[in-house]
């Protein structure tokens, strides 16, 4: 079983903590990506999954047995770095086949057999006599991925895969790895810091930060219910409008009554809508800024009175113009209630009996 178990993860470089006590568990063929910006650990997490790095304390066991002692080469991963790490001076085919025959021990004959086949599967056979430099940075990446799943094992970790493809290539690439990974049955760990890979990608995702898992879910699951101010402003694109208010009043976004001390409002741009103040729920009105076209719809950036920028979603036809003045309107429901103190969410706006007091009107 391919299952992978992280148990209080800790690594320090010097001073710097990158792991801060992670623990994951990861299913038998699952799709999974480690989400998090630059610096926040998860290169260190998959290079510790790998045995390219010790951890300082904590466990890695795969399939129940722990990990500790085997070498990166024993180990039943293959990994997939950022940079292709092809040999230059070697074709295609002898890429695939090297690591078969000096890693894995296979005669000759059997490595050739399987580079073929994988590279069959994934449609790059008229590239397996080609060196690196005489393919496009797609197809090298395609080979590096062959390579890796030419080793039949039962987990593979992929390191930033799609970087400096350009978007077209990305978005096909995602799809085909992610499907890939799903036919061979193979347990995929993905780490990223770009949320539409990981949400197109993966079938759960684990959001990290400063070496500390944020939360862990599906992607409809951080989208629609973000366990923290980090994962809400970090899913989503726009990200989800994020207002502050204080229990007193003090806040040109409302008040709310209740004993929940100083807390965040959240709403996604697509539950504002345009209305008008006088409407039950919550209301913000501001100068329109940025219309941006998405093709299906506009993406309109509102200039509140507060000067503060909160984004919603319209139809073409009801688009306003860039200077107007206009109201949109969210219903409680629709509106998450952060603690500031401690950036968790707490729940709706109506589940917590927040009353929003809409905002100032010019
Ligand atoms: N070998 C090292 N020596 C010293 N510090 C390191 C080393 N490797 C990582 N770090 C530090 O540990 C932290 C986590 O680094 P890591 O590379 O795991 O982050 P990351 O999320 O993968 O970032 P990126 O997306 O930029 O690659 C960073 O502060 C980094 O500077």
Redesign the pocket.
Known sequence: MATVELSGIRKS??G?T??DGIDLSIGDGENFAIL????????????IIAGLEDQDSGSVSFGGVSQAGIPPHKRDAAIVF?HFALYPHLTALENITLGLRHGLGLPKKEASDRAHEIATRMQVESLLARKPKEMSGGQRQRIALARALARRSGIVLL??PLSGLDAQLHAVLRLEIASLLRAVGATGIN?T?DQLDAMAMADRIAV?NA?RIEQVGTPDELYARPATLFVASFVGSPPMNLVEIDSNGGSAFGSHRGQIGPVTLGIRAEHLRLGSASEPGWSITGTVGLVEPTGKDRVVQLVTDAGQIVAFRCEVAESPVPGSRVTVVGSPRDVLVYSRESGLLLGSAESEGVELVTMVHA
Do not use: C, M, N, Y
Not at 37 to 45: F, I, M, N, R
């Open positions: 470089f010097g710097v990158a792991l998090g910006p630059s610096g926040s650990g998860k290169s260190t997490l998959l290079r950022q390191d930033e780490v810091h990290i070496g």
